[in-house]
């Protein structure tokens, strides 16, 4: 029985102390600036006739009340991927391919090398004693003669073959996995919009 009186003793000292530095702690705006808390913990505002009223007391929030109520503008985070490696492709093929990118020389692109295959149009093939050419024409309207071996196309194509009615135009390039694939592409002489060439 003495130990729970004196524990009980124990608690009326502390509680007073504890529910300040809770108030304080947990944001309290301060209304109880000026107060006195008497021995049982409770706290007594001055006011009397020297004193402010209180805002609650006025009817009109304080400007402290009207910046806690008005809410932060939200800005949406947007991701800016450059600069940063694709986080689904493995390390290991990325570094595979950069080797494979740093072994290529480094040189000055053709036009025919810095066109997509499909902004070309064959417009001649002539075959004769000397060998096998074609010509290409891009979209701006410049043409070019190619031969077996000629670079041709982004993705590091070289003319394979050359027919009367056509070259074939093989490509190799790394795909999203990584991996080096080599692709043939046909282009045809008398080639329309839209129809496959074949």
Do not use: W
């Not at 950069?98 to 692109?109: C, D, E, F, W």
């Not at 004769?128 to 290409?136: D, L, Q």
């Not at 309207?141 to 093989?170: A, H, M």
């Amino acid at each position: 029985m003495v130990n729970k009186a004196r524990a009980f003793g124990l608690f009326a000292a502390v509680l007073p102390s504890v529910l300040l530095i809770l108030l304080c702690c947990c944001g309290f705006s301060g209304e109880v600036s000026g107060a006195e808390i008497n021995g049982s913990g409770v706290a007594k505002t001055k006011e009397g006739p020297g004193a402010a009223p209180s805002a609650k007391a006025s009817g009109a929030p304080s400007a402290e009340e009207e910046e806690l109520a008005m809410p932060a503008p939200i800005t949406p985070y947007v991701y800016n991927p450059t600069g940063r490696r694709d986080p689904f492709m493995s390390i290991i093929e990325l570094n595979k391919a950069k080797k494979v990118q740093q072994s290529r020389p480094q040189r000055i692109l053709t036009p025919l090398e810095s066109t997509e295959l499909g902004e070309m149009t064959l417009v001649g093939v002539v075959i004769n004693a000397r060998g096998k050419y074609a010509v290409v024409t891009l979209k701006d309207g410049k043409s070019y003669t190619v031969v077996k071996g000629t670079p041709i196309g982004r993705n590091g194509g070289t003319v394979l073959r050359i027919e009367p009615d056509k070259i074939t135009i093989e490509e190799k390039f790394t795909n999203e996995y990584g991996k080096a694939v080599v692709q043939p592409v046909l282009m045809c002489l008398y080639h329309e919009e839209g129809e496959e060439c074949k």
